[in-house]
């Protein structure tokens, strides 16, 4: 087929491969991607120079020891000496004792600014991990559409040549064959559609990951089921787990140390301090060698220096307010971000059910109008429309799996479990103790919360699935498929059930036997199941005994029934009657015991109120 052709040169043209290979997986993807991908290299080296700083700052705390010497001719136009071959060589050592607390603020600082960069890298490593699945599934998306849209190019293909043979034989009318001709070119131009989407696609694969798509994926579904069971909960774990909430934390932590360094100006210094030299003349240019060496301590407290150091108190100051607005800023960012993509989650689940039945209905509708249409029953506009209807229907269908897929992707990237959810890790990658740092809790103040707009969504959502939202629903656990009312409660269709119960009674008695509960239970679930119901408990004798003291027996035996009813399982006393027919309504025929204890009974009419 002359499409097909077409088609394989531009997958061909796409760089995929399409020989076989082994099929790769979405954890292969993004192990490669997050081990290869530039931005992720970038910042692995950016933790590792941060590293580097905090050995830097950690050098404060050691002595220096420096060599000076030198060798030269001197010459002068006075004194006794004109001119000497000077030389000398001075050791000096110098220790500090304290320095107003500079030095350990700025370890505790530089150690903090690693945890930030560590965080960063978390964060880069979970957002390309994030961007390595969606391209991994987005190119999955595109070849299961190409197909659809190749497929339904192909039914029309094949209606075209039956019309095409028709018209030659003069059964078909001209206007057929250019109304179907119309109708494959605009199949042939969905291809074309989808194919440039598929290359479009491929590319941003390639950016990411590195290589092109290679002709086996294998199919990915991440499943709601990953998640916690509510918009809350979601947030809340986000606050415990996001690395880029967690590296704002950090980072406030980072600019206090920088206050309390600045501060450090504020304060003494004391070192100590040695010193030895020689020099082969003296201070009169005399030929004479000499030594001098000495130790001590050196106290130096700055009185006034311009204001510098009162400045630079206020400017960590300021930094530290800064550190502060971007972590509010990163909080709501990430309640913003799992708002969203949890509500899709929530939407596209509901609407899945929806689109697979319409699916499915458009590839019943097709079939049979296809056959009808073959024995002369529909018209070819029919028959084009329900295979229109079916392509349309089956790429929704195709689409909203992979956005609740993705919709999944992004709320576990928004947590930062993305990679635990997918099990892949980075290679290398230190683990918090290794770097000699505990976790740390967000504090209530530092976490933003979930707003008003979280609960509202929680109330629209739709649980049982019955069409009526939470807020108005008064029957939350309808079971599926049950007609509802406008307040979300099954709606009891019948005109009337009767349901009998396994109650049965002793001779002359009234008394329920515990091991007769479970048919009451049944039926007060079928009453709470259709709350526009009500009942009526009918109690039977048998024909043993006068007629007169049956009919109070019976009546005494619905009505124990009906107390049950009411006073245990809560059912309306509005809703219940109890009625007595004595042994006017037999269930079995005949004067043996066995009969007699059958009639012994209870049975429920159910009709709508």
């Known amino acids: 087929m002359k499409t097909n052709k077409i088609a394989t040169l531009i997958l061909l043209a796409l760089g995929i491969n399409t020989a076989s290979a082994s099929e790769l997986t979405v954890a292969d993807i993004t192990k490669k ?15 590792l120079v941060s590293g580097h700083d905090v050995g830097l700052a950690r050098s404060g705390y050691k002595p220096t020891l420096d060599l000076n010497s030198g060798f030269g001719r001197q010459k002068r136009d006075y004194g006794i000496e004109r001119q000497v071959n000077a030389g000398y060589a001075e050791l000096s050592f110098n220790q500090m004792v304290y320095d107003g607390g500079r030095t350990s603020n700025e370890v505790k600082r530089f150690s903090q600014v690693q945890l930030v960069r560590y965080f960063e890298l978390l964060d880069k490593v979970e957002n390309t991990a994030a961007a390595a ?17 190749q497929e339904n190019l192909s039914k029309h293909l094949d209606v075209y040549k039956q019309i095409e043979q028709s018209s030659r034989a003069g059964v078909a009318r001209a206007a057929d064959l250019e109304q179907i001709s119309g109708r494959v070119s605009l199949a042939e131009s969905n291809v074309l559609v989808e194919l440039s989407n598929l290359h479009d696609v491929s590319a941003r694969y390639l950016r990411i990951i590195g290589q092109m798509p290679p002709s086996q994926l294998a199919p990915v579904r ?24 967690h590296a704002a934390i950090r980072n406030i932590a980072a600019s206090e140390s920088a206050v309390d360094s600045s501060k450090a100006g504020f304060r003494p210094q004391l070192n100590l301090t040695a010193r030895y030299g020689t020099q082969n003349y003296d201070d009169l240019w005399q030929k004479n060698s000499q030594t001098e060496g000495r130790i001590g301590l050196e106290f130096r407290y700055n009185i006034y220096n311009g204001n510098r150091d009162q400045t630079a108190v206020r400017r960590a100051l300021d930094e530290v307010n800064v550190a502060k607005d971007l972590r509010d800023k990163v909080c709501v960012d990430i309640r913003q971000t799992l708002q969203i993509a ?4 929530n939407k596209i689940s509901e609407q899945l059910p929806v689109l697979n039945q319409h699916r499915l209905s458009s590839d019943k509708v097709r079939t049979a109008y296809k056959s009808q249409f073959d024995i002369g029953q529909r018209t070819l506009l029919d028959v ?24 999944v992707t992004r709320t576990l990237a928004g947590m930062g479990q993305l990679l635990t959810a997918v099990n892949v890790t980075r290679e290398g990658l230190p683990t918090l103790a290794d770097l000699g740092a505990e976790p740390l809790e967000a504090t209530p103040e530092e976490i933003c919360g979930v707003t008003e707009i979280d609960n509202q969504l929680a109330s629209l959502r739709d649980d049982d699935g019955d069409g009526v939202p939470n807020y108005r629903d008064d029957c939350p656990n309808t079971p599926k498929g049950d007609k509802v009312d406008a307040n979300g409660c ?11 119960l396994n109650v049965f009674f002793a001779h002359d008695s009234d008394i329920i036997d515990q091991s007769y509960t479970d048919d009451i239970v049944a039926l007060a679930n079928y009453l709470k199941r259709y709350p526009n119901t009500k009942v009526e408990i009918q109690g039977h004798t048998s024909a043993v005994g006068k007629e007169w003291y049956n009919q109070i027996l019976s009546e005494r035996r619905a009505k124990a029934v009906a ?9 309306s006393a509005d809703r219940i009657s109890a ?3 004595a042994s006017s309504r037999p269930k079995v025929a005949g004067n043996s015991e066995q009969a007699h204890s059958q009639n012994r009974r209870i049975e429920a009419s159910v009709t709508a109120k």
């Open 490 to 500: 099954s709606v009891f269709e019948e005109e009337q059930v009767t349901i009998g």
């Open 384 to 407: 084009l429309d329900s295979e229109n209807e079916y392509f349309q229907a089956a790429r929704a269908f195709t689409n909203a799996n992979y956005d609740l897929s993705l919709a």
């Open 33 to 47: 991607a997050i081990e290869s991908n530039p931005e992720v290299q970038a910042a692995w080296h950016t933790f």
């Open 133 to 149: 699945i969606a391209a991994y599934q987005d190119v999955l998306r595109q070849r299961e559409l190409v197909a659809l849209a």
């Open 342 to 345: 949890y509500n899709d989650v």
């Open 563 to 571: 107390a049950v009813l009411g006073q245990r399982f809560g059912i």
């Open 579 to 581: 009625k007595g027919y």
């Open 222 to 245: 991440l499943a709601p089921n990953f998640l916690p069971s509510s918009a809350k909960e979601t947030i809340t774990s986000a606050y415990r787990t996001n690395p880029a909430f």
